[in-house]
């Protein structure tokens, strides 16, 4: 919103009115949405509320408050966190790994206090994030604190307070002073897209979602911090006024939902020891589909008495413990490193690994991503790796343990020549996929290029959709784009599901398409970066097929739009033999276009320039390649200069500019008539 347009004189009464009305809408559909998981308005009308309160606050400074959602969006980068100390420690859990050892802590228990009876448990996940101290005084949130050592710890305030699942102000019936502990950590689907996205750009990926979360909260930036999608669930609270401790922990943690702090929902009380073995055998069988990483069950003594008799024992509670899931990283051996090729002809290094068991399955192949990821972390053919399997997700090499390189790993090496089909591997400065460059050939890449080939912008050939293309290509009818024009109709007929009348279609469509132009046939090749203005610039800066074949680098660089990278992969694409083994099949096959001489002759719309405007029956671009192929030009505005506007229906105000100008309006029909003359 505009701080102009703002009354500069609002009365103050109604101001802070409006400003309190605007807090107290954002943080309740904040909780509704974060919190609770189910939002209440749409995305828009929320921007709209926030938009204001951020313009009301900047106009009049003196309103801004430390409660303020605003400060969700982060505020100026500071320089160091500084270090305070937590009121109470933060204590650590011992660990259990086997259903014997929970057992024993069981029976500890019951020795300790001197009873038989089973104790009831609280059960919750326990999650693979960061560990956090969050005070709220008289119900706003004043600090939150990392973990640290369990005695200090980092302030980092300024980036709790983004993260929306946490409420900046407490609901109604809080003590005047509370501290609540918890997990902050990185829901699994922003993890991937985080990765993702660095991949593209070429950042450093991150190990897992538990470093992926420590290293957001690590910003000095808390802007960075709100652009990541934290999230938060509570694990206790700790009061000032001990007379107000309810008797179990899992009232507490319905009163923290109460305040409005998020809890897990997978939080159960469970009767007995039992019952705690069947708790997570039931969260170990779910643990692959929770939005969120977990490595194990946190076991809590349910009540409140009981957990302060059995008190604590070194750094730990007594009256607790980790059950331990099986790790999702293991620690393996480097055997070699495969190249796989995909489907748009990207080389993926594939790692072979001496088979170990990863979270209950069998790994022995993981993902190394690309050449930048293996030269960022150093990996050897021969070390010693940390794999990590995470639910669905491939499995990963995470990095190399430098301190158990054995003598005489190697290095891993790019193959110059595709694994697949021999063609040329091309990796350019700059972009971390290698590529395989024989696009027309390779069998990994077969599928994409026939259906480029045969797409409406490209080659044309109707009733030839996806499913029939990868039919012919699985029952090996055709193995490239110029087998197309071979096939028969008894082969066609082989297909599932492919009657007399649509073979018959398909194979018209075929015919149809050999007459073509220049600029569509090397748009159909499907060149790397080469898409249609592209090839519609290479159609007319080369005389014909044979000179775009032989242009070199600085021929097509010299070209406007031709940038190195493009000019480098047409370059190569036509060095490829494999490449011009298939043109010339085509050619041989019947595929043609009009020669530039013939072009000559035929056209007499050279030299004009027309525009579009309004709804005509043919799509637009159709009409535009129409108009290029027969020499015009097609501007996007009306000048005095314009030979035409062909006009459709509801033309806009291209029609007066062009009625104003003098310029001659064509419709459709005239249109269809200049077509056909000229063709
Ligand atoms: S209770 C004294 N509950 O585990 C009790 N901790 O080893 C201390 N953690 O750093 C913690 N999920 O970050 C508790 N549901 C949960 C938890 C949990 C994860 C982490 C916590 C702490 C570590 C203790």
């Known amino acids: 919103m505009d701080k102009q347009k703002l009354k500069p004189k609002l009365a103050e009464a109604s101001l802070i009115k409006e400003v309190e009305f605007l807090r107290s809408?954002?943080?309740?559909?904040?909780?509704?949405?974060?919190?609770?998981?189910?939002?209440?308005?749409?995305?828009?009308?929320?921007?709209?509320?926030?938009?204001?309160?951020?313009?009301?606050?900047?106009?009049?400074?003196?309103?801004?408050?430390?409660?303020?959602?605003?400060?969700?969006?982060?505020?100026?980068?500071?320089?160091?966190?500084?270090?305070?100390?937590?009121?109470?420690?933060?204590?650590?859990?011992?660990?259990?790994?086997?259903?014997?050892?929970?057992?024993?802590?069981?029976?500890?228990?019951?020795?300790?206090?001197?009873?038989?009876?089973?104790?009831?448990?609280?059960?919750?996940?326990?999650?693979?994030?960061?560990?956090?101290?969050?005070?709220?005084?008289?119900g706003v949130l004043v600090r939150a604190l990392t973990r640290g050592d369990g005695y200090t710890g980092e302030n980092i305030t300024q980036n709790i307070k983004t993260i929306k699942s946490i409420p900046l102000k407490l609901k109604k019936d809080f003590p005047d002073y509370l501290e609540i502990r918890g997990e902050v950590y990185f829901p699994l689907s922003g993890?991937?897209?985080?990765?993702?996205?660095?991949?593209?750009?070429?950042?450093?990926?991150?190990?897992?979602?538990?470093?992926?979360?420590?290293?957001?909260?690590?910003?000095?930036?808390?802007?960075?911090?709100?652009?990541?999608?934290?999230a938060f669930y509570a694990y206790s609270a700790i009061y000032s006024e001990k007379n107000l401790l309810p008797d179990t922990h899992n009232e507490n943690i319905l009163r923290l939902k109460e305040w409005g702090i998020r809890t897990c929902p997978e939080t159960a009380v469970v009767k007995n020891k039992n019952e705690v073995i069947h708790y997570c055998q039931q969260l170990l069988s779910k643990r692959h589909s929770?939005?969120?990483?977990?490595?194990?069950?946190?076991?809590?003594?349910?009540?409140?008495?009981?957990?302060?008799?059995?008190?604590?024992?070194?750094?730990?509670?007594?009256?607790?413990?980790?059950?331990?899931?099986?790790?999702?990283?293991?620690?393996?051996t480097l055997e070699s490193v495969d190249f796989q090729v995909g489907r748009t002809g990207t080389l993926t290094p594939v790692a072979r690994l001496k088979p170990v068991r990863v979270a209950g399955v069998v790994v022995s192949n993981a993902t190394l991503h690309n050449m930048d990821e293996i030269e960022r972390k150093g990996i050897e053919i021969g070390d010693t790796v940390i794999i990590r399997r995470a639910g669905d997700v491939i499995p990963e090499v995470v990095k190399p343990i430098l301190e158990k390189r054995p003598l005489g790993t190697q290095k891993i090496i790019l193959p110059t020549h595709c694994p697949v089909c021999g063609a040329k591997v091309v990796r350019l400065e700059g972009e971390s996929a290698a590529k395989c460059e024989g696009g027309l050939s390779c069998a990994a890449q077969r599928i994409e290029a026939i259906k480029h080939f045969v797409s409406r912008k490209a080659m044309n050939i109707e009733g030839l959709g996806a499913k029939i293309i990868e039919q012919l290509v699985n029952a090996k009818l055709i193995e490239n784009v110029a087998q197309l024009y071979t096939l028969s109709k008894v082969e066609l007929l082989q297909l599932e599901r492919m009657g007399d009348k649509l073979a018959s279609n398909i194979l018209e469509a075929i015919e149809k398409s050999k007459k073509t132009t220049f600029n569509k046939f090397i748009y159909a090749l499907g060149i790397r970066e080469v898409g249609e203005a592209t090839a519609h610039q290479l159609s007319e800066s080369y005389s014909d097929l044979n000179s775009l074949m032989q242009a070199d680098i600085e021929s097509l660089e010299s070209l406007q739009d031709i940038g190195p990278v493009s000019a480098l992969h047409i370059y190569s694409f036509f060095r490829e033999p494999s490449n011009q083994n298939i043109i010339h099949q085509l050619i041989e096959n019947g595929v043609h276009w009009p020669s530039k001489l013939e072009k000559a002759k035929n056209t007499d719309l050279s030299g004009k320039t027309y525009v579009i405007t309004g709804t005509l029956s043919l799509p637009r671009d159709e009409i535009k390649?129409?108009?290029?192929?027969?020499?015009?030009?097609?501007?996007?505005?009306?000048?005095?200069?314009?030979?035409?506007?062909?006009?459709?229906?509801?033309?806009?105000?291209?029609?007066?500019?062009?009625?104003?100008?003098?310029?001659?309006?064509?419709?459709?029909?005239e249109l269809k008539l200049i077509l056909s003359k000229t063709e």
């Open 625 to 669: 390649a129409a108009l290029l192929a027969r020499g015009a030009k097609v501007a996007s505005s009306v000048s005095k200069n314009t030979s035409g506007l062909i006009a459709g229906d509801k033309p806009g105000s291209k029609l007066t500019q062009a009625q104003g100008l003098g310029v001659p309006i064509i419709d459709e029909n």
């Open 25 to 138: 809408e954002i943080e309740k559909h904040n909780y509704a949405y974060y919190v609770l998981d189910e939002p209440t308005i749409p995305d828009i009308e929320f921007d709209r509320l926030f938009q204001r309160l951020l313009a009301l606050e900047a106009t009049y400074p003196h309103l801004q408050t430390p409660d303020s959602p605003s400060h969700r969006v982060g505020a100026a980068p500071s320089t160091a966190f500084l270090s305070e100390a937590h009121q109470v420690p933060m204590l650590s859990l011992d660990n259990v790994f086997t259903e014997e050892a929970f057992f024993q802590f069981d029976h500890r228990i019951k020795q300790m206090i001197d009873s038989s009876e089973e104790i009831e448990y609280n059960c919750e996940p326990k999650f693979d994030g960061v560990a956090v101290s969050i005070i709220y005084e008289h």
């Open 191 to 230: 993890f991937e897209k985080l990765n993702q996205q660095a991949l593209s750009t070429n950042d450093k990926l991150f190990a897992n979602p538990r470093n992926a979360a420590a290293g957001s909260l690590r910003q000095l930036d808390s802007k960075i911090t709100a652009k990541r999608p934290l």
């Open 290 to 332: 929770l939005p969120y990483e977990i490595d194990g069950v946190v076991i809590k003594v349910n009540n409140i008495a009981l957990q302060e008799s059995l008190g604590f024992v070194a750094r730990a509670p007594r009256w607790a413990v980790a059950f331990k899931f099986p790790a999702q990283e293991e620690i393996t």
